[in-house]
C-alpha cells in the first residue's frame, strides 16, 4: 500500500518487532499526552496484557512506523467484545496518513475477530490522536477530569471515545 508516497506494508506484530515497537512507545511516553505510563513494559507483560489477534504494525521496508494493539476491557465474559485501542507513531511517519491507515486495518481485524467495541481514553490535550480517532468513526461520549497525575505534577483530563461495529452487536 502507498501512503502519502511512502510504501506501507501493514501485518501482524513478531516479537521480532519489539525493539523498534518499545522505541515508539519510549517517544509516546516522553511526550507527556500519550499515555500515563512513564515506562515501557518488557516483552513478555507487553504481550500478556494484548490481544493476539488484534497487534499490527505499519512497515516500510525493515522499519517499524507505527503498531497498533487491543487490550481486554474486562475478564468478564459480558465484556468480551470491548477492545481498548492503542496506537503509536514514530515521530517521522506523523502526518502521512500511516496512523489512518493502521486505525482502520485494527477496527477491521477487531469486528474480524468478534469485537463490537472499541474504546480509548485520550489525554485531553493530545489533539492529533483525538482527530485520528474521530477521522476513523469514533466518537467522543465522555470525558474524566484531573483523572492522573504525570510526575511532574500535571493533572490531565481525558476524553473518552468509543466506535460501535456496523457488523457486530447492533
Not at 519510549?26 to 515501557?40: V, Y
Not at 517521522?92 to 474480524?112: D, F, P, Y
Not at 469485537?115 to 485531553?124: A, E, K
Not at 510526575?151 to 452487536?169: F, M, Q
Request: net charge neutral; charged share 25%.
Amino acid at each position: 500500500m502507498i501512503v502519502n508516497q511512502v510504501n506501507v506494508q501493514i501485518d501482524r506484530m513478531k516479537e521480532s518487532d519489539w525493539n523498534q515497537v518499545k522505541q515508539i512507545y519510549l517517544d509516546g511516553i516522553r511526550t507527556g499526552i500519550s499515555t500515563f505510563q512513564t515506562e515501557a513494559l518488557e516483552w513478555e507483560e507487553w504481550d500478556k496484557a494484548h490481544v493476539l489477534s488484534c497487534r499490527i504494525v505499519a512497515r516500510s521496508e525493515d522499519f517499524i512506523l507505527g503498531w497498533a494493539a487491543l487490550s481486554p476491557t474486562s475478564s468478564r465474559c459480558c465484556y468480551k467484545g470491548i477492545g481498548e485501542v492503542s496506537i503509536y507513531m514514530s515521530e517521522k511517519s506523523k502526518r502521512l496518513g500511516v496512523g489512518t491507515a493502521l486505525l482502520q486495518r485494527l477496527i477491521l481485524e477487531a469486528e474480524n475477530n468478534g469485537f463490537w467495541t472499541l474504546q480509548s481514553s485520550i489525554i485531553r490535550g493530545n489533539r492529533a490522536s483525538r482527530a485520528l480517532h474521530e477521522k476513523c468513526g469514533f466518537r467522543e461520549i465522555g470525558f474524566r477530569e484531573k483523572i492522573a497525575q504525570m510526575p511532574d505534577g500535571a493533572w490531565h483530563d481525558v476524553v473518552l471515545v468509543e466506535r460501535r461495529s456496523s457488523v457486530i452487536g447492533n
